[in-house]
T-cell receptor, first 113, second 114 residues
Framework: AQSVTQPDIHITVSEGASLELRCNYS??????LFWYVQSPGQGLQLLLK??????LVQGIKGFEAEFKRSQSSFNLRKPSVHWSDAAEYFC???????????FGTGTRLQVFP | EAGVVQSPRYKIIEKKQPVAFWCNPI?????LYWYLQNLGQGPELLIR????????DSQLPKDRFSAERLKGVDSTLKIQPAELGDSAVYLC????????????FGEGSRLTVL
């Protein structure tokens, strides 16, 4: 069965610091992988996605993520965090040829000035 | 272009009362989803529509939940009767056919059952 694990419930960083949010997945084949962001009181917004090809994918707002098959991971990174990045981040895995997504439990990011 | 619109944004009801949520997807998106998001959790799929057809409702508690998508556009999710454990955010999302996970979400409807 597909599953997604986000081991960090809450992360706090200083503005300008680098960021890495962890995501591990379980899936029998090569999955589709996604990162979504949810600001308070808002819906989820797609940051980036991996389907195939280059394992380092670029997204919006300066985010990137790297697919590592050997580690079953798809960690999200940003070199310099802005205060506006404070939000909840969700990793998701999807089966090929379907729009069904399985979401992780999320990581809440807090940014200090 | 307008995004996914949901209403109401907030609803407070007493247990055993009925409640309904409405969703208007992005124009042209024929796939519509209802997700349940409990506090501190990720969204969980309740039901997925391809046009008017519910193609995946395996996670919808059919004893009290129902949904419809007449004419393949707007959708309504109903709970009757509501229970205390139904307190959550109900998210609607839409995508183009074959969008492979690029879902566009509404702001959600937060339900509180007293």
């Amino acid at each position: 069965a597909q599953s997604v694990t986000q081991p960090d419930i809450h992360i706090t960083v200083s503005e300008g610091a680098s960021l890495e949010l962890r995501c591990n997945y379980s899936y029998g084949a090569t999955p589709y992988l996604f990162w979504y962001v949810q600001s308070p009181g808002q819906g989820l917004q797609l940051l980036l996605k991996y389907f195939s090809g280059d394992t380092l994918v670029q997204g919006i707002k300066g985010f990137e993520a790297e697919f590592k098959r050997s580690q079953s991971s798809f960690n999200l990174r940003k070199p310099s965090v802005h205060w506006s990045d404070a939000a909840e981040y969700f990793c998701a895995v999807g089966a090929r040829n379907t729009d069904k997504l399985i979401f992780g439990t999320g990581t809440r990011l807090q940014v200090f000035p | 272009e307008a995004g996914v619109v949901q209403s109401p944004r907030y609803k407070i009801i007493e247990k055993k009362q009925p409640v309904a949520f409405w969703c208007n997807p992005i124009s042209g998106h024929n796939t519509l989803y209802w997700y349940l998001q409990n506090l501190g959790q990720g969204p969980e799929l309740l039901i997925r529509y391809e046009n008017e057809e519910a193609v995946d409702d395996s996670q919808l508690p059919k004893d009290r939940f129902s949904a419809e998508r007449l004419k393949g556009v707007d959708s309504t999710l109903k709970i009757q009767p509501a229970e205390l454990g139904d307190s959550a955010v109900y998210l609607c999302a839409s995508s183009l056919n074959g969008a492979a996970g690029e879902l566009f979400f509404g702001e959600g409807s937060r339900l509180t059952v007293l």
